[in-house]
Nanobody, 123 residues
Framework: QVQLVESGGGAVQAGGSLSLSCVAS????????MGWYRQAPGKQRELVAA???????MYADSVKGRFTTFRDNAKRTVYLHMDALKVEDTAVYYC?????????????????WGQGTQVTVSS
């Protein structure tokens, strides 16, 4: 069982930027899709971005053009850079792996969830 540790969250004003990291305790070389998810209070967890071993990426419409995700398999790390943050981006952010992006969208993740990292955006 791979363990995931997310970090980099914090409190920022609207329009600001944050960069999140997720380090896996095991190899992610064979994991096609690595996704970033978020869960806001009272809402379901949702996939906001994902990157594949083929270099493909996907973004939820709500973050497209503002968020960028990439991975470094050698470092077992996935990154999420967030620009132009909005109040509605406030949530706990998590990462996880999936066999492919379609499965990631369906919340078909491979491992237990980590603790996540809190992102709070104020107006």
């Amino acid at each position: 069982q791979v363990q995931l540790v997310e970090s980099g969250g914090g409190a920022v004003q609207a329009g600001g930027s944050l960069s999140l990291s997720c380090v896996a305790s095991g190899s992610i070389f064979g994991i096609d899709a690595m996704g970033w998810y978020r869960q806001a209070p009272g809402k379901q967890r949702e996939l906001v971005a994902a990157t594949t071993n083929h270099g493909d990426t996907m973004y939820a419409d709500s973050v497209k053009g503002r968020f960028t995700t990439f991975r470094d398999n050698a470092k077992r790390t996935v990154y999420l850079h967030m620009d132009a943050l909005k109040v509605e981006d406030t949530a706990v952010y998590y990462c996880n792996g999936a066999p492919d992006i379609i499965t990631a969208r369906a919340m078909g993740v491979l491992w237990y969830w980590g603790q996540g990292t809190q992102v709070t955006v104020s107006s």
